[in-house]
């Protein structure tokens, strides 16, 4: 340590505090406090808000979130504990002691996970987002100020459903406050922020001249100002350090000066000096903290040691109450353990154990005997295991995680060890720690592990190494998926299904450039599974995989439409429907079966918001957005786009779009070169049905433009003449694309597999599509005919954009020849088709053709900018027009009863109506 010296020099007292107290007692100070006023006053106008404060231990946001508390009586607070921060739902359970007797009106689902999760009752384990919406509709039953102070040592669980209420707010006068360190806490990521500052020289040196025992030399206190950034603490608690002599310049002052990661080493030397009696119960009341003082209380006898000992860090204030005991600061605490030897911490721990007995305590306790094992411990490893039990079946999965992995640190045995961290891999796979789930199984021995373990090993290693970003494991993943499903065998057969199913799923995104495993001996594996007479989803599933993969359309597309008739058959539950949707999804694609891809988006859609599937409702967001935008429905397409980015943020994902193909229908919007890009990009990293679906967008792009030829080299390399497969449905503009630029033998070609498929699968839409090439290939003399039945069949689907395209290649014909006003009739139709959802290049397209047959082509269709209803607004309306009560929209859409009302009062107002009955009729899909 070295010292510095501050020669004698003029000193002066600071005057009392500025007004508005501590806090506020700075300008930088009180402009926090302006915009907490201001949050506040808002929300007694009935404007909730969300704040985050960030700053480094010390620097005043545990004050200002005070001040805050003081200005609005009835507010909810409640601390992070880090002793509680492996016990799901402690710190909401706290928080909402007082809310919970109106729990009684909650919505069922939301009521009984939110109980499961308190430990109110039992049930099956509790879904996060289910939680979050309970405690959402109970802090907005009326207007209050919410405080989260030490963010960064809640338990996940309620971090993450705190996170999801402050992305919620809108018109319910709640605000939401949360006081965080600097570096943490990346579950707050996305929501208002502001970084504490420490206090400016003026602030920090009135502080210091105001608490200093002594005059204080200018200079002193200018340097003290500077070297702690103004931290409020450190300023504190170094001017009840110093001497008289040293504030007045006669003796020199220690440097560095203890501040930021210092003012902890500050504390841990005022704690070394303690006698080794008051050191014992500072560490007992610190291993103990969030549980019942009188806890350390009956440890402290149990070792021989008086809660009178703490006198002396009662007399440095760092402690006050003995019991119960409160610590100054947080870093306090911190100090106090990282002090104490090992043995003296599992000295304190085991002795916390023994007096823990109670039901209800059984989980601290566990954490309590792993904390006093000394090395592996079967036993302990045991009830830690029982206990993770405990706390899945709340829904905590990463607290299940975290007990998990410390069983498994404490097991003695190699192969029970294994076969935890398996476990322990798994459930923090489900919590989302992909990267940790990923790390564990890498330091497992496979070859100690039973089938079933090692089979779910490597399927959650597929799945944490694609959603962690390994590098290739998107290309490994399919084969990992196969191995894992002849670990299962027979032995464990639905779930060696699961695992093909799985393989199914993630084939679906790499296709051909899967590594290790390709479609033909996926389906192989799906053949055997399902067996030669299958019943059952998954099965069925199964079934139509390998019969369409190995055997083509003839006999695939009957399976396929008997294992979706399975899927939705009434009274199949929500687990197999959330598991397998991007399956039956993709089946339906292959056959054109419109009306069941829409039908299973809906029920998936259902089960996800009836369970707080929200992870998957996001999934099922996107999967839709992709099949709206297959179908031409550009709008349907941008609203699921537009949920899945607001429910990425309410879940606390990053907000920008789940894959960046979700972009690729705006290639029919004229934007190409984002479009081109991203097909580049997939196509560098194998994510080939990625690259063929932005691929597909851009040839749609040039059909609309009138470039056949560029269409037909982009379409070409998607199929293979003769033998129509995964890319059938994209045979249509093939056969437009080769006819209109010359190459009527490739045309016939693909017209002969599109028959083939299209024939096959026997719906409306494949018909329909069928009908406008043959029209497209047709004589003279029966062409309009084709057309014209083409139109019939489109027009009983949701194939949107197939219907214009029918309507636009029928005016083309017809103003060929010379039929003016037929033709205009045709061309008109297709053009408000377009224009509707802005399919820029077709437009194009279809305004040349009416211009060719001259007169007056109608002016581009212009949306009112004063009615337009917001994505929010919209989907709040359609529910209404629905029948939806306000609170079951607000369940569907994860609002609070208060902004559903905000919302729909501006939808009435931009609509010019006044009731549900009235907005039936002006508000249309």
């Known amino acids: 340590m070295r010292w510095l010296w501050f020669g004698p020099g003029s000193a002066s007292r600071a005057s009392d505090g500025l007004s508005g107290g501590p806090a506020c007692a700075s300008t930088d100070a009180g402009r926090e406090c302006a915009v907490l006023d201001d949050i506040i006053a808002g929300a007694r106008a009935g404007r909730s808000a969300t704040l985050v404060l960030r700053g480094e231990p010390g620097i005043g946001k545990t004050a200002l979130l005070r001040w805050a508390a003081g200005r609005e009586p009835g507010s909810l607070w409640v601390s992070g504990v880090r002793s509680e921060a492996d016990f799901p739902y402690a710190a909401l359970h706290r928080l909402l002691i007082p809310l919970l007797p109106g729990r009684e009106t909650l919505p069922r689902s939301q009521r009984a996970a939110l109980e499961v999760a308190c430990g109110l009752a039992d049930g099956p384990p509790a879904d996060l987002f289910l939680v979050s919406l309970a405690a959402l509709t109970l802090l907005a039953r009326r207007p209050r100020l919410c405080v989260v102070d030490d963010a960064q040592w809640l338990d996940e669980e309620s971090l993450r459903a705190l996170a999801f209420v402050g992305r919620r707010l809108h018109a319910e006068g709640l605000v939401l406050l949360f006081g965080v360190r600097s570096d943490d806490d990346e579950l707050l990521a996305g929501l208002p922020e502001r970084a504490l500052a420490g206090l400016d020289r003026d602030a920090a040196a009135a502080l210091l001249t105001d608490v200093a025992d002594g005059p204080v030399n200018p200079a002193l206190a200018d340097h003290i100002a500077r070297a702690t950034g103004g931290n409020p603490l450190a300023l504190t608690d170094l001017a009840h350090e110093l001497t008289a002599e040293q504030w007045s310049g006669v003796r020199p002052v220690p440097e560095p000066v203890p501040v930021g990661s210092r003012l902890e080493a500050h504390y841990s030397a005022q704690v070394r000096a303690y006698p080794p009696g008051a050191r014992a119960w500072l560490l007992l009341a610190a291993a103990n903290a969030g549980a019942d003082p009188a806890l350390a209380v009956a440890a402290a006898r149990r070792l ?66 792993a904390a006093a094992a000394a090395g592996p411990d079967e036993t302990v490893a045991a009830e830690l295991e029982r206990r993770a039990d405990r706390a899945g079946a ?107 199913l799985q393989a199914i799923e993630h084939a679906a995104s790499v296709e051909d450039s899967a590594r290790g495993a390709d479609e033909q001996s996926i389906a192989r594996e799906a053949r055997r599974l399902a067996g030669p007479d299958p019943s059952g989803v998954p099965a069925l599933l199964l079934a139509a995989y390998a019969d369409y993969t190995l055997d083509g359309h003839a006999a695939g597309a009957p399976a396929i439409h008997r294992a979706v008739a399975a899927f939705l058959a009434p009274g199949i539950d929500y687990e197999t429907v959330l598991a397998h949707v991007v399956v039956a999804v993709n089946l339906c694609t292959l056959v054109w079966d419109d009306r069941s891809q829409r039908a299973v988006l809906e029920l998936a859609e259902a089960a996800a918001l009836r369970t707080g599937a929200l992870r998957v409702l996001e999934v099922i967001h996107h999967v839709a957005a992709m099949a709206d935008a297959v179908l031409g429905r550009l709008n349907e397409a941008d609203r699921h786009e537009t949920a899945g980015l607001r429910l990425r943020r309410a879940i606390g994902l990053p907000s920008a779009p789940r894959h960046p193909e979700l972009a690729a229908w705006r290639a029919a ?31 749609l792009t040039d059909l609309g433009l009138g470039d056949y030829a560029s269409a037909a080299s982009r379409l070409r390399p998607m199929t293979e003449p003769g033998r129509p497969r995964r890319y059938a449905w994209t045979l249509p503009d093939l056969i437009e694309a080769s006819a209109r630029s010359g190459d009527r033998a490739a045309a016939r070609q693909a017209l002969d597999d599109l028959t083939t498929a299209a ?83 077709f437009v194009a397209r279809t305004r040349r053709e009416l211009s060719a047959l001259g007169g007056n082509v109608p002016d581009p269709v212009r949306g009112n900018g004063e009615t337009a209803l917001t994505p929010q607004e919209a989907a709040v309306a359609r529910l209404a027009r629905d029948g939806g009560t306000n609170a079951e929209i607000a369940a569907n859409l994860f609002l609070s009863v208060s902004t559903v009302d905000y919302h729909l009062r501006k939808v009435y107002r931009k609509l010019g109506v006044r009731s549900r009955r009235e907005l039936r009729g002006s508000l249309h899909d």
């Open 759 to 841: 024939t096959a699968c026997g719906t409306p839409w494949a018909l329909g599509v069928l009908e406008r090439s043959r029209g497209l290939m047709a004589p003279a003399d029966t062409a309009e005919n084709h057309y014209r039945s083409a139109i019939s069949a489109l027009e009983t689907t949701f194939a949107y954009g197939d219907l214009a395209r029918s309507h636009l290649v029928l005016g083309e014909w017809l103003r060929r020849k010379r039929r003016r006003r037929a033709a205009q009739e045709s061309l008109r139709t297709a053009l408000e088709m377009f224009e509707a959802v802005r399919a820029t290049s």
């Open 669 to 699: 919007r004229g934007e190409r070169e984002p479009v081109a890009a991203a097909a580049r990009a997939f196509a560098s990293i194998g994510m080939s049905a990625s690259s063929r679906v932005t691929s597909h967008s851009l040839a």
């Open 304 to 369: 021989g040691i008086d809660v009178t000992d703490a006198s002396p860090a009662e007399a440095d204030r760092l402690v006050t109450g003995s019991p119960p005991v409160t610590f100054r600061h947080p870093l306090v605490l911190s100090a106090v353990y990282g002090v104490a030897t090992s043995a003296e911490r599992r000295s304190a721990h085991q002795a916390l154990a023994a007096v823990t007995v109670g039901a209800g305590d059984a989980d601290r306790r566990a954490w309590h005997l």
């Open 394 to 500: 709340r829904g905590g999965h990463t607290a299940r995680a975290t007990f998990l992995s410390r069983a498994a640190e404490l097991t003695p045995g190699a192969a029970d060890r294994a076969r935890r961290q398996v476990q322990a891999a798994a459930a923090h796979s489900a919590a989302g720690d992909s990267a940790r789930a990923y790390a564990l199984l890498a330091g497992t021995d496979a070859a100690l592990l039973d089938d079933a373990d090692r089979g779910t090993a490597l399927l959650v290693q597929a799945l944490s190494a694609v959603t962690s970003g390994v590098a290739g494991a998107n290309l490994d993943s399919c084969a990992r998926c196969l191995s894992a499903a002849e670990a299962f065998g027979a032995a464990h057969p639905a779930q060696a299904r699961a695992a093909v």
